[in-house]
């Protein structure tokens, strides 16, 4: 019975230490989103996002015009950073997975979640 116990105590830790959020490194913001297409709903519009390994992303939110910017990883901060024409600096968001789920996180806006699809993929299939 205390070995029953025991491993039912075990597989509960492991199903709830799975259920965390984890934030992702610069290295894996960078293996996740090089040459891949985030897609996702920012601000009420869907959108697709490309984020090329010569650091530009074109981001293509659905029944609007596109915009092509400039991308980056901030190792010192863990984060994902963008710059758009028009911009002062460079903004960044974290990078967390919850559940299989991604989501950029910032101080400024909520937890938003998105898919990453291979390749790049701005317009639907």
Do not use: H
């Not at 002062?88 to 991604?102: D, K, L, N, P, S």
């Amino acid at each position: 019975m205390k070995t029953l116990l025991a491993a039912l105590a075990l597989l509960c830790n492991t199903a709830i230490a799975q259920a965390q959020s984890v934030k992702l490194t610069g290295d894996e913001i960078r293996a996740l989103l090089t040459g891949n297409t985030a897609i996702g709903r920012w601000e009420g519009a869907m959108y697709r996002q490309f984020f090329g390994a010569d650091g530009i992303t074109i981001y293509a939110p659905q029944g609007a015009r596109s915009a092509r910017g400039e991308w980056r990883v901030d190792d010192a901060a863990q984060e994902y950073q963008s710059i758009w024409p028009g911009d002062a600096a460079w903004e960044g968001w974290f990078v967390m997975e919850y559940g299989g789920t991604y989501y950029w996180v910032s101080r400024a806006t909520p937890p938003t979640p998105f898919q990453v699809l291979e390749g790049e993929q701005l317009v639907a299939q």
